[in-house]
Nanobody, 129 residues
Framework: QVQLVESGGGLVQAGGSLRLSCAAS????????MGWFRQTPGKEREFVAG????????SYADSARGRFTISRDNAKNTVYLQMNNLKPEDTAVYYC??????????????????????WGQGTQVTVTS
């Protein structure tokens, strides 16, 4: 079993920045993908950014590209999402997730929340106008 814990959310003004962290523990995978997703009331949980270890692929949603950066610290077993130039429409609960079954067709499958098996509790990001 894998445990994921997000942190770093908060309230910021438009144009500000936040860095989210996701600490992972428990079982390991030898071919995995991790991703950041976000969700607001009445909306489907949507993909924000992610990467594959085996394929060396990093991907971003169109809404995140150029503003958000996903990175990792292997020693700390932690994944980060640096969010710059935040907009009110970025307001959501942000979740990190991991799976080992999206390596094939990652550009499609890696963006689908239902393909991820382990999730954190989420961290709230609120951006005021």
């Amino acid at each position: 079993q894998v445990q994921l814990v997000e942190s770093g959310g908060g309230l910021v003004q438009a144009g500000g920045s936040l860095r989210l962290s996701c600490a992972a523990s428990g079982r390991t995978f030898n071919n995995y993908a991790m991703g950041w997703f976000r969700q607001t009331p009445g909306k489907e949980r949507e993909f924000v950014a992610g990467f594959t270890w085996g394929g060396g692929i990093t991907s971003y949603a169109d809404s995140a590209r150029g503003r958000f950066t996903i990175s990792r610290d292997n020693a700390k077993n932690t994944v980060y999402l640096q969010m710059n130039n935040l907009k009110p429409e970025d307001t959501a609960v942000y979740y990190c997730a991991i799976t080992d079954r999206v390596a094939d067709n990652y550009w499609i499958r890696g963006r689908v929340a239902g393909n991820y098996d382990y999730w954190g509790q989420g961290t709230q990001v609120t951006v005021t106008s």
